[in-house]
């Protein structure tokens, strides 16, 4: 299943980014704490350069715990700075003003030294579309600064918003990268919803879901929808099963797969299938 989605105004937001660069202080990016190597856009590392990052595994509530502080562990180890995030649940905003302020202490330092105290850091707030950025923005804000919405393709340009404490974001709009190199990074940006389903074959995609969910989570995959893991032949025959399980038969007394493909998507990311993790460190290192 090769996906690819790569709209004009992708490209657009590409050079917006490299453009706006100069202008702020440091960069913050969204990972999807599901998948935070597939969400983490090659693309980002290759227009800031140097600038200061800081990583936000956002949705962490959505995935594993333990592969949370795994993948914690991993970027610490790569010598880069993450912070778990809760957007909608935790109030951890002070957290990461205060991993801000942090990673730009020589800044401050140099600036107040020329007699430029309280000048406001400017952050850029970048990401794969569907990750959260105008969510984590509003709860950074404590109100509704930015258009938020749990579909990608929300924001449509960039936008400043002044917050608090002294800090001014500049929100960009989600931009994925022109291929996907491997078939697996698409994939996974699909299950979480980075793509619009409604470019995708949603049948073909649940199925694969449930693939990997056979593997990955099989105990939690039978319980939610009450099989038996020796039904987990492959994708479309679970796909099937939950059709079975579900009742959802259109004219003929054939299986809706179309409506169970939805739900099982819709089940996966709500977590009703359970916190599950998408990738693991230790995978991405073989």
């Given amino acids: 299943m090769n996906i690819q989605w790569f ?3 992708m490209a657009k937001t590409r050079r917006l980014i490299g453009e706006n660069l100069k202008l702020v ?3 913050v990016e969204l990972l999807d704490a599901r998948a935070p190597l597939s969400s983490q856009n090659p693309d ?10 800081l990583l936000i595994l956002n949705k962490a509530d959505l995935a594993d715990e333990k592969a949370n502080e795994a993948w914690l562990n991993y970027f610490k180890n790569q010598g880069k700075t993450a912070i778990l995030f809760d957007s909608v649940h935790e109030k951890r905003t002070k957290h990461v003003v205060d991993t801000v302020r942090s990673l730009l202490t020589e800044q401050i330092k140099r600036q107040e030294e020329r007699g430029m105290k ?4 400017k952050l850029m707030i970048v990401g794969i579309p569907n990750v959260g950025k105008s969510s984590f923005i509003n709860r950074l804000a404590g109100r509704s600064a930015a258009i938020s919405g749990d579909r990608p393709g929300v ?7 002044r917050l608090a404490g002294g800090l001014e974001l500049l929100d960009t709009p989600g ?14 940006l699909a299950f979480t919803g980075a793509i619009k389903d409604e470019i995708m074959d949603t049948e073909t995609l649940a199925a694969k879901l449930l693939e990997d969910l056979c593997t990955r989570s099989p105990e939690a995959l039978a319980a939610r929808y009450k099989l038996e893991t020796t039904e987990f032949e492959n994708g479309f025959c679970v796909l099937e099963a939950v059709a079975k399980k579900r009742g959802f038969i259109v004219s003929g007394g054939e299986y809706d797969l179309l409506r169970a493909a939805g739900i099982v998507l819709d089940e996966f990311r709500s977590t009703k299938i359970g916190k599950i993790t998408l990738e693991w460190p230790e995978e991405a290192e073989k």
């Fill in 7 to 9: 709209p004009g105004h």
């Fill in 25 to 27: 202080d440091l960069v």
């Fill in 44 to 53: 980002i590392e290759n227009i800031c350069g140097q600038k200061p990052r």
């Fill in 118 to 121: 309280n000048r406001p850091l």
């Fill in 155 to 161: 924001t449509k340009g960039k936008q400043w918003i």
């Fill in 175 to 188: 931009v994925l990268w022109p291929k996907f190199e491997d078939e697996s990074v698409g994939l996974r």
